[in-house]
């Protein structure tokens, strides 16, 4: 019996990149290699409007007014 190792047909590498900025210089450079089909980039999840607004509450980024009047004022300018 022998032990035959067989590869599969198609292969993917996963490489992680600090420095996002170099993103399309790397995709450029691996598009050029021989045998290469299709480059992906996966973009981040979205955050949902609720998870934005956690996201402010935890940065400040949130505004308060003592009343309805006084909001409509400042957004009157």
Known sequence: ??????????GQLIVDVENVSML??????????RGVTG???????RLSSYERSLRDLEEGRVYKYDS???LIKEIEG
């Open 68 to 70: 309805l009047d006084e």
């Open 24 to 33: 399309k210089d790397l995709k450029k450079a691996i598009s050029m290699m």
């Open 1 to 10: 019996m022998s032990n035959a190792i067989t590869m599969p047909a198609k």
């Open 39 to 45: 480059i992906t980039i996966p973009r981040g999840r």
